[in-house]
């Protein structure tokens, strides 16, 4: 089945500096890439994905790469902001039937002002 | 939209007791899913429906996991008995077109 891995578990930075957080995937017939923000407490909220059509997309300060060749993806936030201190979570679908989507560890990103 | 509701928020139960976790999907959405979140293990997928129907339960842990959905506004996740090592926050998720999956706030478990 499919297994995701992310790095790095703990990422701190400066306010105003970027953060990149990264995964890989083990199924190749895996199609979309979901990114979830857990704030402290609170539930999974989905901020940017990206299908296996795209290289690259984009929401404001965030964006998200992905090369299906080698089977990784990665988180991109620009100019972050205390408020962006969060756990960031990377997902992949988990079969054909296109539902189930498998998470990985989560990265606890903080941001220092 | 209210969102994907839960209840309890908050559970605290004895060894060997029966936990009942109860999620209402967002109106007009067509699959459901029962996560489990750990420090240890971190967010783990239980269980998910598909048009009512169960698709996949190979995350749920043991036979003392059960889980239901007797219709499209209802599901339940039911833990009998429960074990301390049951202690975590489970989620229920909801989505329509496939992939977007939104979380209710979830349950807190606490079993002593």
């Known amino acids: 089945g499919e297994n995701v891995e992310q790095h790095p578990s703990t990422l701190s930075v400066q306010e105003g500096d970027s953060a990149v957080i990264k995964c890989t995937y083990s199924d190749s017939a895996s199609n979309y890439f979901p990114w979830y923000k857990q704030e402290l407490g609170k539930r999974p909220q989905l901020i940017i994905d990206?299908?296996?059509?795209?290289g690259e997309k984009k929401d404001q300060r965030i964006a998200v790469t992905l090369n299906k060749t080698a089977k990784h993806f990665s988180l991109h936030i620009t100019e972050t902001q205390p408020e962006d201190s969060a756990v960031y979570f990377c997902a992949a679908l988990a079969n054909q039937a296109g539902t189930a989507l498998i998470f990985g560890k989560g990265t606890t990103l903080s941001v220092s002002s | 939209d209210a969102g994907v509701i839960q209840s309890p928020r908050h559970e605290v139960t004895e060894m060997g007791q029966e936990v009942t976790l109860r999620c209402k999907p967002i109106?007009?959405?067509?699959?459901l899913f029962w996560y489990r979140q750990t420090m240890m293990r971190g967010l783990e997928l239980l269980i998910y429906f598909n048009n009512n129907v169960p698709i996949d339960d190979s995350g749920m842990p043991e036979d003392r996991f059960s889980a239901k959905m007797p219709n499209a506004s209802f599901s339940t996740l039911k833990i009998q008995p429960s074990e301390p090592r049951d202690s975590a926050v489970y989620f229920c998720?909801?989505?329509?077109?496939?992939?977007?999956?939104?979380f209710g706030p979830g349950t807190r478990l606490t079993v002593t």
């Open positions: 990206i299908r296996s059509n795209v």
């Open positions: 998720a909801s989505s329509y077109i496939a992939y977007e999956q939104y």
């Open positions: 109106s007009g959405h067509n699959s």
